[in-house]
């Protein structure tokens, strides 16, 4: 990530780990002084300069679109830098969203009269803007466009002392009108003479931004009636207009418009991005050794804790190169390195990086039979503030298994990492790593006596280039402690022989454990 993107929040725990030992690498370019304490707070995670970012932010993948008026200006997300400005007539582009790999813009005349809208669509590659469709006078100014299942949701505002006459309309796939609804009052004093600037459906809310205004507001359809219901506002980081989901992080896009900035935001909820990933040593399937590569798929979806297998720390094959150190300061992480095996002058382990200070750390042999490879549990210490759920202790186990067809080193491994964590059986704790064992394996069953998987259905990490098995796992415990967001294997099959695992997990504090 660029140094004109602040790394994402600073989280802190306090974890009371008996025996740990602690020594933790901080990485450069680390912030922490974006975090709202605020209930409720949106948290900025990192901002972007942009001077097209006047009305509204998009996000989808590697890039960041900020949207002017007139053009949207591509930007690279890692460097910052511009890379395109669209071409195409445009008069007033209010906001855009991401589908099918293009972006869709709200488009109006406003302010002249009669009021014209219509949708833009941008190819993103040859950056032409052209109308995908024209609405002509549908009775207000679009100003934002959005996707929901197979309909699309529209918003046609009225200005000043006709705001009340604000309007939200359901489509349905060939942009015929199914439903429309007004806003509560509520609603509408909050807009001074502006009007509604951006919408986007987030958690089966309808989240909607006013103008100039730093926060977002919850909105709900009724069961009955066509008046929408207020659900409460948000502070956010953003200065109202056009918002997006950001695919990355999870989060939303948006706008700092005095200051001309893309805006990068965190759902109030706590939410972890976890990602575990046998790395090969840095040695992809083509033969070719890049941590650059390694460090690429890992900021692709810039996770908050990693656990990485297969690291080598300044072994001759690998360049005598000090690999976790090496991607610290890729990954602008802290790091943490467990060696488990001398290796051709150096040592061959586990790390974990994590974007919040490593408190401390603890690296344990596991069980080695018949003269197998020495393999570790690396426990670690995560710092996150006083302002999460709870001040509960949470402990991360990073691990790698044993690989010979036989069982009975991985379950005695796992038997030594269940007893680790009985000593306080109601502590939120993660185990993320290399397991070495598919999910109906003797090892997986003993796991699941005391650890829940992230994924009910298997999810193939192996073998990279068309898998069929999962052997990578992220396990939770206790179940009340979190709720798991999302599971995916990332889409890449040429840095490594493993698919990196990604799950996204909500931590619930102990007044909402269930």
Not at 55 to 80: E, L
Not at 197 to 202: P, T
């Given at each position: 990530?660029?140094?004109?993107i602040?790394?994402r929040?600073?989280?802190?725990?306090?974890?009371c780990?008996?025996?740990?030992?602690?020594?933790?690498?901080?990485?450069?370019?680390?912030?922490?002084d974006?975090?709202?304490?605020?209930?409720?707070?949106?948290?900025?995670?990192?901002?972007?300069a942009?001077?097209?970012?006047?009305?509204?932010?998009?996000?989808?993948?590697p890039?960041?679109?900020?949207?002017?008026?007139?053009?949207?200006?591509?930007?690279?997300?890692?460097?910052?830098?511009?890379?395109?400005?669209?071409?195409?007539?445009?008069?007033?582009?209010?906001?855009?969203?991401?589908?099918?790999?293009?972006?869709?813009?709200?488009?109006?005349?406003?302010?002249?009269?009669?009021?014209?809208?219509?949708?833009?669509?941008l190819?993103?590659?040859?950056?032409?803007?052209?109308?995908?469709?024209?609405?002509?006078?549908?009775?207000?100014?679009?100003?934002?466009?959005?996707?929901?299942?197979?309909?699309?949701?529209?918003?046609?505002?009225h200005?000043?002392?006709?705001?009340?006459k604000?309007?939200?309309?359901?489509?349905?796939?060939?942009?015929?009108?199914?439903?429309?609804?007004?806003?509560?009052?509520?609603?509408?004093?909050?807009?001074?003479?502006?009007?509604?600037?951006?919408?986007?459906?987030?958690?089966?809310?309808?989240l909607?931004?006013?103008?100039?205004?730093?926060a977002?507001?919850?909105?709900?359809?009724?069961?009955?009636?066509s008046?929408l219901?207020?659900?409460?506002?948000?502070?956010?980081?953003?200065t109202?207009?056009?918002?997006?989901?950001?695919?990355?992080?999870?989060?939303?896009?948006?706008?700092?418009?005095?200051?001309?900035?893309v805006?990068?935001?965190?759902?109030?909820?706590?939410?972890?991005?976890l990602?575990?990933?046998?790395?090969?040593?840095?040695?992809?399937?083509?033969?070719?050794?890049?941590?650059?590569?390694?460090?690429?798929?890992?900021?692709?979806?810039?996770?908050?804790?990693?656990?990485?297998?297969?690291?080598?720390?300044?072994?001759?094959?690998?360049?005598?190169?000090?690999?976790?150190?090496?991607?610290?300061?890729?990954?602008?992480?802290?790091?943490?390195?467990?060696?488990?095996?001398?290796?051709?002058?150096?040592?061959?382990?586990?790390?974990v990086?994590?974007?919040?200070?490593?408190?401390?750390?603890?690296?344990?042999?596991?069980?080695?039979?018949?003269?197998?490879?020495?393999?570790?549990?690396?426990?670690?210490?995560?710092?996150?503030?006083a302002?999460?759920?709870?001040?509960?202790?949470?402990?991360?186990?990073?691990?790698?298994?044993?690989?010979?067809?036989?069982?009975?080193?991985?379950?005695?491994?796992?038997?030594?990492?269940?007893?680790?964590?009985q000593?306080?059986?109601?502590?939120?704790?993660?185990l993320?790593?290399?397991?070495?064992?598919?999910?109906?394996?003797?090892?997986?069953?003993?796991?699941?006596?005391?650890?829940?998987?992230?994924?009910?259905?298997?999810?193939?990490?192996?073998?990279?280039?068309?898998?069929?098995?999962?052997?990578?796992?992220?396990?939770?415990r206790?179940?009340?402690?979190?709720?798991?967001?999302?599971?995916?294997?990332?889409d890449?099959?040429?840095?490594?022989d493993?698919?990196?695992?990604?799950?996204?997990?909500?931590?619930?504090?102990?007044?909402?454990?269930?």
């Amino acid at each position: 990530m660029s140094d004109q993107i602040l790394i994402r929040v600073y989280w802190a725990v306090v974890l009371c780990t008996v025996g740990l030992m602690g020594f933790s690498v901080a990485s450069p370019g680390l912030a922490a002084d974006a975090f709202d304490t605020r209930t409720g707070a949106w948290r900025m995670t990192g901002v972007m300069a942009a001077p097209e970012a006047v009305q509204a932010a998009a996000a989808n993948g590697p890039f960041v679109y900020a949207i002017s008026s007139t053009h949207v200006a591509k930007y690279d997300r890692q460097s910052g830098q511009r890379i395109a400005v669209s071409q195409g007539e445009a008069r007033h582009l209010n906001s855009g969203f991401f589908w099918k790999e293009r972006l869709y813009c709200a488009h109006s005349n406003y302010p002249k009269q009669p009021e014209q809208s219509q949708v833009k669509v941008l190819d993103v590659e040859s950056m032409q803007l052209t109308t995908f469709h024209d609405f002509h006078d549908f009775g207000g100014s679009l100003t934002w466009v959005i996707r929901l299942g197979d309909h699309w949701w529209c918003n046609f505002a009225h200005y000043g002392d006709a705001n009340h006459k604000t309007f939200l309309v359901k489509f349905d796939n060939d942009l015929r009108e199914l439903a429309r609804w007004t806003y509560p009052d509520s609603i509408i004093r909050q807009l001074g003479r502006y009007s509604l600037s951006g919408g986007i459906w987030h958690d089966g809310e309808l989240l909607v931004t006013g103008h100039d205004d730093p926060a977002l507001l919850r909105v709900a359809l009724p069961e009955q009636g066509s008046v929408l219901v207020d659900k409460g506002r948000q502070p956010a980081p953003f200065t109202g207009q056009g918002i997006a989901d950001d695919p990355v992080t999870g989060g939303l896009v948006g706008i700092n418009r005095a200051k001309q900035q893309v805006v990068f935001a965190a759902d109030p909820k706590w939410r972890l991005r976890l990602l575990t990933y046998n790395i090969h040593h840095g040695e992809g399937v083509d033969g070719k050794l890049d941590l650059e590569r390694i460090a690429s798929v890992i900021r692709s979806v810039e996770p908050d804790v990693v656990a990485l297998q297969e690291v080598d720390r300044k072994v001759k094959r690998t360049k005598s190169v000090d690999q976790p150190e090496e991607l610290s300061r890729l990954t602008k992480m802290h790091v943490v390195f467990g060696d488990n095996i001398p290796l051709q002058g150096g040592h061959y382990g586990n790390a974990v990086l994590s974007r919040f200070p490593i408190r401390a750390s603890r690296n344990h042999r596991l069980p080695r039979l018949d003269e197998g490879e020495q393999r570790g549990v690396l426990e670690v210490e995560l710092d996150w503030p006083a302002s999460s759920p709870d001040r509960s202790n949470v402990r991360v186990l990073a691990t790698h298994l044993d690989h010979r067809p036989d069982d009975r080193e991985r379950v005695a491994s796992v038997r030594v990492m269940n007893d680790l964590i009985q000593a306080n059986p109601s502590q939120p704790a993660l185990l993320m790593g290399d397991l070495n064992a598919v999910p109906d394996s003797s090892p997986l069953k003993e796991l699941q006596s005391h650890w829940t998987r992230a994924n009910d259905q298997p999810v193939p990490t192996i073998p990279v280039e068309k898998p069929k098995h999962q052997i990578d796992y992220i396990l939770l415990r206790p179940t009340n402690r979190w709720k798991v967001v999302e599971t995916r294997a990332l889409d890449e099959a040429v840095a490594s022989d493993h698919r990196a695992f990604l799950t996204v997990v909500e931590f619930v504090g102990v007044d909402n454990a269930r």
